[in-house]
């Protein structure tokens, strides 16, 4: 069957579906699925050589194989037409499939179907425990022209390489305070992200002064004076983005007396000081633990390990309006 052949078979049972529709909308993705395997089956009955499998991997991609050619489907019961799809994976891919289309139900509205080229319709990357292709039906643009790679050269590379795309991809899309939830590009230094979000106020001390040295390691704008506005956002989306650790008070993490002076002691100074002088030795070890990645996506620069401390005193004192960061944090180094 040629190209153009199958195109046309896919406008009839649109149509087929789309006054179906009209008549009683589908209600479920799994009963618009299975009605569109019956039509395309209907529709190439006589063609004896292909057989429509009824029974498919419940995470077969595409959806629906017919020869050489396969059809995604997609049912939403809004007005738009676009809507989460598959994973980047594609580990259960039907490798006799060489050109993939969308048949998409929109039940929202005016109920219709519509059918389109699945790399064109490919959008945009969701990324939750597993990164998913997000599709749009008549989308102007698709996110393989973005990432300068064609679908069917991006759909063989391993996952890593995968990633390097959609990486690059993500980070050309973020706005200004915004962080991406993964940074790695080796296997051997995953980040995934606890599916359990967690409160810092429930945390153990011990967990506690870890997270807060990292955050603080990465944010050296903590030094700014008290009255500097935002200062705490890139170490809230530090916990969150990488760790899953919600903090609900920024000040809880460095300007609360019972952080910066905890035997209540009165002994004066500023408290960002003096809580940072309680956590030196784990700024420290997270200075020579921590994946350089880190560094380069919040200080814009690769530092070496062992000269993450120095710099990091450069960048404190260059922001710091009251006092000197290197005047009195990590003299012994």
Not at 20 to 32: C, D, I, L, R, V
Not at 103 to 130: A, C, L, N
Not at 290 to 304: A, H, K, N, P, T
Request: proline share 3%.
């Amino acid at each position: 069957m040629k190209q153009e052949e199958f195109e046309k078979i896919l406008d009839d049972i649109c149509a087929t579906l789309t006054d179906e529709a009209n008549s009683t909308a589908f209600q479920s993705a799994g009963q618009f699925e299975h009605r569109v395997r019956e039509v395309v089956q209907e529709a190439i009955q006589s063609d004896t050589s292909i057989t429509i499998n009824f029974k498919p991997h419940p995470q077969a991609f595409p959806d629906i194989a017919i020869g050489r050619f396969g059809i995604e489907v997609k049912l939403t019961l809004n007005d738009t037409w676009r809507s989460v799809a598959n994973s980047v994976l594609e580990t259960n891919r039907i490798e006799s499939v060489e050109k993939v289309y969308l048949v998409f139900g929109k039940m929202g509205g005016t109920p219709e179907v519509r059918w389109g080229d699945y790399e064109q319709s490919v959008i945009h990357v969701r990324t939750s425990h597993v990164p998913r292709f997000e599709v749009e039906l008549f989308a102007s643009r698709s996110l393989f022209e973005l990432m300068g790679i064609s679908y069917d050269d991006f759909r063989v590379l391993e996952m890593k390489d995968k990633m390097h795309h959609i990486r690059a991809y993500a980070r050309s899309r973020l706005q200004k305070g915004e962080r991406l939830w993964w940074l790695e590009d080796t296997p051997d230094a995953d980040h995934t992200l606890p599916i359990q979000a967690r409160l810092y106020t429930s945390m153990k001390s011990k967990e506690k002064n870890r997270l807060r040295a990292e955050a603080a390691l990465l944010c050296p704008s903590i030094v700014k004076s008290g009255r500097t506005r935002n200062k705490y956002d890139d170490v809230v989306l530090y916990l969150l983005t990488y760790h899953g650790v919600i903090c609900h008070q920024a000040r809880d993490l460095f300007s609360a007396g019972s952080v910066a002076n905890p035997k209540n002691d009165d002994a004066g100074g500023l408290h960002i000081e003096r809580a940072l002088k309680l956590i030196e030795d784990e700024m420290v070890e997270a200075s020579l633990r921590m994946e350089d990645s880190l560094f380069v996506e919040y200080w814009g620069e690769s530092v070496q390990p062992e000269q993450r401390i120095c710099r990091w005193l450069e960048k404190a004192d260059a922001v710091a309006k009251d006092w000197t960061p290197s005047d009195s944090l990590f003299l012994s180094r």
